[in-house]
């Protein structure tokens, strides 16, 4: 991909060209992979332009770019989290001002004391749906990056394991919060029914999220 980021802050309108795109002004270009074009979208841009060749582009209007804007964080945000799980070279700038940044987590939780509000959110009034644990007896958050995700864990838990719960959009500031705060946890397990391999990470990631500058 090529584009102008530095052009979108004073325009409501973007263009992305792949290689071999006909017409690719030079002002203001240079190559961005998916993580850099994900993290230059703004939020208030209304349309996105994909140029193929010498095809007519493929415009998005304002609701698909905000799809496509929340689809490309999900994929920074669960390389990241496998990153870290693996011990290996973050690659991206800033990457705990992204997971801090991301608005779409989900966690299956109750409540013990009324509704839950997520922009109230009371750490001990709500109790966080636990993933299948393989060594048995430790507390493992579920945590997800999507509502895919989600489902796939409804499903493949038996209706004991989720009755009662709902489920609740969180983001990065609101979620390690709440994990730093949760009295027993013994880890967070994110994605554990999949897409995917599940990623495994130690309750210290909600310290390092929240108290990095990057």
Known sequence: WMCSPDTWK??????????????????????????????????????????????????????????????????VVEELLARLYAGVELEVSEPFARLRGFEHYYILCGCAQGAVDSEELRPSSLRIAFAPDPEGGRSLAAIFTAQDALQLFVVATPARGTDGLVSVRLSGKELFAMVQQQEGLDGLVFNPAGPGQAIALSCAIAADVLDSDG
Do not use: I
């Open 10 to 75: 004073a325009a409501s309108h973007g263009d992305v060209y792949l290689a071999g795109a006909s017409g690719v002004p030079n002002l203001l270009m240079g190559p961005m992979t998916g993580l850099e074009l994900a993290h230059a979208l703004p939020m208030g841009m209304v349309g996105l332009d994909f140029h193929f060749g010498d095809a007519l582009p493929l415009a998005l209007d304002s609701e698909a770019v905000a799809e496509v804007r929340t689809f490309l964080q999900v994929v």
